[in-house]
């Protein structure tokens, strides 16, 4: 499921508690580092500079009412530090240079440059189970 899909959802709040909904293009570390790329002034990054929580869900909106299924997960987000931005940088870009897309340098998210890489580690991955029940799942990344 999350490796068939190139959007995800990140659902963040800001620092009262209102809740905001944003759709990006993700790559994944061993299911566990979700990284995108975004302006530092969107409502999703302010939402995380302020509160980190985030919740995430990956899904096919294309397929039939009722065949779906989802990955949803509970996470820490931030923007990417100096120390960890060229190994994720990497992973971005062989998933988007794996889809067609360009590679990703340090230059395009940093400096004058308007986007900054962000990254949600994952504390928790749930499916739903055949009564519509949330489970948790482990990955083994």
């Known amino acids: 499921m999350i490796d068939a899909n190139a959007y995800m959802t990140i659902a963040s709040a800001d620092a009262v508690g209102v809740p905001w909904a944003s759709p990006v293009w993700f790559a994944h570390h061993q299911y566990t580092e979700f990284l995108w790329v975004s302006r530092p002034d969107a409502r999703h990054s302010n939402n995380i500079a302020a509160r980190a929580e985030v919740g995430i869900v990956i899904f096919d909106s294309t397929v039939p009412e009722g065949s779906g299924d989802a990955v949803y997960l509970e996470g820490i987000a931030r923007e990417a530090g100096e120390a960890e931005r060229s190994r994720m940088l990497v992973v971005l870009s062989t998933r988007s240079t794996d889809r067609g897309g360009a590679a990703w340098s340090?230059?395009?998210?940093?400096?004058?440059?308007?986007?900054?890489?962000?990254?949600?580690?994952?504390?928790?991955?749930?499916?739903?189970?055949?009564?519509?029940?949330?489970?948790?799942v482990s990955i083994d990344g």
């Not at 004058?112 to 580690?121: E, I, N």
């Open 106 to 136: 340090a230059a395009d998210v940093t400096g004058d440059a308007p986007h900054r890489l962000y990254v949600a580690r994952a504390v928790a991955h749930f499916v739903l189970d055949d009564h519509d029940r949330r489970v948790p």
